[in-house]
Each structure stands twice: as structure tokens, then as C-alpha cells.
């Protein structure tokens, strides 16, 4: 059997429902029909896919690889599709920029667009930072901004330029009746009985990194909860007393509090990728600085001052 569009369209459904009877729904299949394609595909790759459980079905390593690829696959075919149409009515040269968190990417884009005249900048985000590097590979993009981690961290090749925009440590929300809600800072290991909610797998290190820590720091970490809503994640801290890692711009407030983790375990960066034969190489000092002054820009209008973040975040 060769893999077919319809069978990555299934894959991504099961991943993005997390259930088997709603993402049968989603496709219009019976379940039994879902199981069928998706016990045929996994006999085609060789392994499972996904873990089946009682909260519903969540990837595995392999289906994680082979999620981020079905997924760049279905993106450009998409673009494909309606590409012709898009650049036919360009009155201006298009700059394609990707963008994996929008406290780079929309201020960024924004900057493009009053520092280069004459050019019109089209963003795509995307969950997964790993789609936005195959993207930006494939040539279907100029540039991206993206993030990365420990041990995770991408490098500039012959085709590609990265330059690092900020570095900052991960920061964690909990419930402000939680007992330790009253410190200034966390250990990471005072959080080892927790209950944790976490983002998927995006592919580039996240939350592998994390657990890691944990892991250093002598637990694994309970997960209970996994979601990519930044809404369902916040009702879990605040209603069910779940713990979640955290950017340093994720705000209090709803019961909700924020606080850094002593000794900064766990850190990211943000990072600015852009392809050395694309339409944003020959003006990349401009570029780079637009994207820090993005991220800046971005930490100071969510209440925060670079007086008050930690030394780690340059």
C-alpha cells in the first residue's frame, strides 16, 4: 500500500481530536473504517502511531516524526492549490514569512512591511516549529521566526542563516490558591507531586526539554493533560489545580499566577531563520534587528520591563 493524502489528512485528524470517534466524525467515516485506514497505515510505516488510552489517543515518538511531515506535506499541497491565485493579483514582490510564536512573528512582520518599501509580507504560523525549518528548507519560505531549545538548538547551514533574537527561561503557571503560589520563585522539584497540563509535541525539542529538567531535578512529571489551548490550559491551572510550564510573557490574573523557576532550569530561544537565497538574504542586519525589536516590544506590552526579567533574557 502507498501512503496517500487521505491517509495524513487521517493522521492529522486522530492527532488534532485526540479521539478516534471524533476525528471518525471530523472525516465523515465510520470508526471502524477510521481504525481500518489508520491500523493499514501504521502497518505500512511498521509501528504504532499512537498510544491508545482512556483519555483518548495521544502520538508517539514515530507518529510525532510522522505528523510534522504529513503535516508539511498537506501544507503544501494547500499552497499548491491555491497558489496561482495568490501571487497572479501581487501588485508588489511577496515576502513569504513563518512564524512559530507570535511575539516575534506578528510584530516582526509588521516591521518588514515599514522598513522594506515596496514589498508585501504574507505570515504563516504554525504550531510546530519542525514545519516551519521543512518549510523554510523547501524553499516555501523566506524566513521564519521560530524558537528552539537545549540540547534542540538549530544551526546555520550553507542554506540557511540563524541568528538568536532573545534567550529567556521558562517560567510556570499555577493556581493562586496553591501553596507555593506565595513564593517569588519555584524549585523545580518542590513541583514533583504536581499535576501537570502540557502543549503537544511540536516537533523541535518541546516539552522533551522540559522533561528533561524534570528529570534532573528527580521526578518525572505527571501529565494528565495535554492541549495545544492556551484557554483549555488556563480553566485546567485555575479549576483543576494543574501545573504548566510557561512563557515569561503568560499573564496572571483568573485565578491564575506566574513565577520563574529558581536557578532558570529550563530556558528557550527565540530565533530568526532566513534562507541565504531568498528575498529577505540581501537585507538580513535589518531583518534581525526588526526581530528584536518585535520581541521587546512584545515582553513591554504585556506589563512587562526589561529592568524586571531576569539576566537571562538578552
Known amino acids: 500500500m502507498e501512503l496517500e493524502l487521505r491517509h495524513l489528512r487521517t493522521l492529522c485528524a486522530i492527532a488534532d481530536t485526540g479521539s478516534l470517534t471524533k476525528a471518525a466524525t471530523v472525516l465523515r467515516l465510520s470508526q471502524p473504517a477510521l481504525t481500518a485506514r489508520l491500523k493499514r497505515v501504521e502497518a505500512e510505516i511498521g509501528a ?3 498510544h491508545r488510552g482512556p483519555r483518548g489517543v495521544i502520538a508517539t515518538r514515530l507518529g510525532e516524526f510522522v505528523l510534522v511531515r504529513a503535516r508539511t506535506i498537506l501544507h503544501g499541497v494547500a499552497d499548491l ?13 511577496v515576502i513569504a514569512l513563518g512564524g512559530a510564536l507570535g ?37 516555501r519560505l523566506d524566513a521564519v521566526a521560530t524558537v528552539d531549545y537545549p540540547g534542540y538548538e538549530l544551526v546555520s547551514t550553507s ?4 541568528a538568536r533574537i532573545a534567550a529567556e527561561p521558562v517560567y510556570v503557571a499555577l493556581a493562586e490558591t496553591d501553596p507555593l503560589a506565595g513564593r517569588a520563585e519555584i524549585g523545580l522539584s518542590e513541583l514533583a507531586e504536581r499535576t501537570w497540563v502540557m502543549t503537544p509535541s511540536d516537533g523541535a525539542g518541546w516539552p522533551d526539554c522540559f522533561h528533561h529538567a524534570c528529570e534532573r531535578a528527580g521526578f518525572t512529571p ?3 493533560y495535554t492541549s495545544p489551548s492556551p484557554d483549555s490550559i488556563r480553566d485546567l491551572v485555575a479549576g483543576r489545580g494543574a501545573v504548566t510550564a510557561c512563557q515569561v510573557v503568560y499573564r496572571d490574573g483568573g485565578g491564575v499566577v506566574v513565577r520563574p523557576l529558581l536557578g532558570d532550569p529550563v530556558r528557550m530561544r527565540h530565533v530568526l531563520a532566513i534562507r541565504r537565497s531568498g528575498r529577505l538574504a540581501a537585507h538580513a542586519d535589518t531583518v534581525i534587528a526588526a526581530a528584536t525589536a518585535a520581541y521587546w516590544s512584545y515582553i513591554e506590552l504585556h506589563g512587562h520591563r526589561r529592568d524586571r526579567l531576569p539576566a537571562s533574557v538578552d
Request: glycine residues 6%; aromatic residues 6%; hydrophobic residues 45%.
Open 48 to 50: 504504532p502511531l499512537f
Open 81 to 93: 492549490n491555491i497558489g496561482p491565485d495568490r501571487y497572479a493579483d501581487a501588485t508588489a514582490p
Open 103 to 139: 511575539s516575534v512573528s506578528v510584530g516582526l512582520a509588521e516591521r518588514i512591511s515599514a522598513e522594506l518599501s515596496g514589498v508585501e509580507v504574507r505570515l504563516t504560523m504554525e504550531y510546530s516549529p519542525r514545519l516551519l525549518w521543512d518549510l523554510l528548507v523547501a524553499g
Open 159 to 162: 542554506d540557511i542563516q540563524c
Open 222 to 224: 505527571r501529565v494528565l
